[in-house]
């Protein structure tokens, strides 16, 4: 799926659809991938020097300071696994939260049959916000890079929307990875990889990649 991008020209972004063998609740995660929520372990990604700050400049402008608790996901993911918060949630946020804890790039996942089409990446104006959380907590998005669906914002670098959230009954998502031109997106690149691998080991199909 080749989601178009507006007024993004720092951004590299890596998309992948994914189709899970069955509902998302008859899949437990595997001790493997549970593993690779620990900070500590041996993991086939790292991040480069200098891929911190380039996440945080993909984000700034227009409006977005990417601090405190508007800081990028994957920024947010490190703290909490270096002090043991990093659980497991369930097999589709945790090769997301794992690929994202050990590559520096904020990932999102997003159930495609919550999302209504079309999808596009874009800066919503300012005073835009979205319910991130089942206690109804809200994110102001005006100015962050955004994918958006026919009902507004829905996923980002620092928080997804509750409502496009993957739940028991999800069977396929889309996941994003948000990540700036950097020493020649190979990282990216083998970012999305990775993940690709993952889900297959899940026995799930990816059934689409954007262009490289």
Known sequence: MNVPSEDAPQLDLQTLVVRLPAPLEELPSPPWLVELLRADVDAPLSAPDGLRDAVRDLLRGHGYKPT?????????LVGAAQDGRLGSINAVVDVGNAASLHSGLPISVVDLGRARAPLVVRRPPAGTSF??????????????????????????????????????????????????HFEGGAHARATADHVAQWFGRLGAAVTSRAPR
């Open 68 to 76: 405190g608790r508007g800081k990028p996901s994957s920024e947010y």
């Open 131 to 180: 319910v991130f959380n089942r206690g109804g907590q809200e994110i102001d998005v005006g100015g962050l890079l955004c994918l958006c669906d026919a009902d507004g914002p829905c996923a980002n670098a620092v928080k997804d929307a509750q409502r496009t959230k993957t739940d028991g009954a999800t069977r396929e998502v889309l996941v994003l990875v948000w990540a700036p």
